[in-house]
């Protein structure tokens, strides 16, 4: 009997001996697998870094997508116990640039467009259908030839107006001349003091082209899985502060599955001519509030 132990209790030892060893070994391939892993993955980053380097054109895109919908049956609790309701919105942002050794030209499109659906079942008269929400459209383009490797003399031509309700009413189109500065990679900041601000409105009365300054900063990186782009373009009348304008937006993106994850936008802007065109009011007389917007849903990235 004491052999039948000694003997059942040796061959356990024998055997956790053998996966101890085989775990080890096993763990010590994958660390040696995976430094080589590390390795060819610096070398192809490396590559990478000498494509995006060279001359030529790149492009890309990314956006967000998001939406629900709900309905309501007799639900007593609150003050519409028979609803329908629903939104849905999609972001679009896309880039084609073309860089050379004496010469940039960059083009830039941004879009982010929102409807609402609210439906109470028990009023005949209220509208069931979906309601254009949040509405921005924004394109842009910058060419400029290099007097350094962070300054060039450029010209920009930028175009906003709403795509769903009012198209070109109103509608903003700079164009102008000055400077270009590139401090560090994916940064780019123009100063143009020379721009006349073209505005397309019916309403003569508060809307109003003046020429002033134009400035724009944009940031757009890729880190990993993380989509960021930032953009901020601010028209500074020489006419009156009453025709100034700017819009900051920021789009946000992380992709968590192949090309699908979860981004959010928003933006803010300040504009004076806008506030007094909705509110029916002289130009002077304006509340000019601070207008604002987001978007949170699923992305896709192109």
Do not use: C
């Not at 053998?18 to 390795?39: M, P």
């Not at 000498?50 to 639900?75: E, H, V, Y």
């Not at 830039?108 to 309601?131: A, E, M, R, V």
């Not at 500065?181 to 143009?192: A, G």
């Amino acid at each position: 009997m004491n052999k039948k132990l000694l003997l059942s209790v040796f061959l356990l030892l024998i055997v956790t001996l053998s996966f101890a060893q085989t775990k080890e070994e096993l763990e010590a391939q994958k660390a040696e697998k995976q430094a080589e892993a590390d390795k060819f993955q610096g070398e192809a980053n490396a590559l990478q870094a000498q494509i995006n380097a060279l001359p030529g054109w790149r492009t890309g895109a990314f956006g967000t997508i998001g939406g629900n919908l709900s309905k309501f049956n007799d639900w007593y609790g609150q003050g519409t116990p028979d609803l329908s309701s629903g939104s849905f919105g999609i972001t679009l942002n896309a880039f084609a640039n073309k860089i050379e050794d004496k010469y940039f030209w960059r083009n830039s499109l941004l879009t982010n467009l929102n409807w609402i659906k609210f439906d109470d079942k028990n009023d005949p008269d209220d509208d069931d259908s979906f309601k254009n929400g949040t509405d921005v459209f924004n394109i842009s383009s910058l060419y400029g030839r290099n007097l350094s490797k962070t300054w060039a003399v450029s010209g920009l031509m930028e175009y906003r107006t709403t795509l769903l309700d009012n198209f070109n009413d109103p509608g903003y189109l700079d164009v102008g001349v000055g400077a270009t500065w590139t401090p560090i990679e994916n940064l780019i900041v123009v100063i143009h003091p020379l721009n006349y601000n073209f505005v397309f409105a019916d309403n003569d009365s508060v809307f109003d082209s003046s020429m002033g300054a134009k400035i724009v900063a944009d940031y757009t990186r890729q880190i990993g899985a993380i989509n960021f782009k930032t953009n901020f373009s601010t028209f500074q009348s020489y006419k009156s502060s009453e025709l100034s304008n700017w819009t900051w937006t920021n789009s946000f993106g992380y992709t968590l599955w192949k090309m699908i994850g979860v981004g959010f936008d928003f933006g803010l802007r300040s504009n004076q001519q806008e506030a007094a065109n909705a509110q029916g009011v002289d130009l002077s007389d304006a509340d000019n509030n601070l207008q604002s917007y987001y978007t949170f849903g699923l992305s896709y990235k192109f």
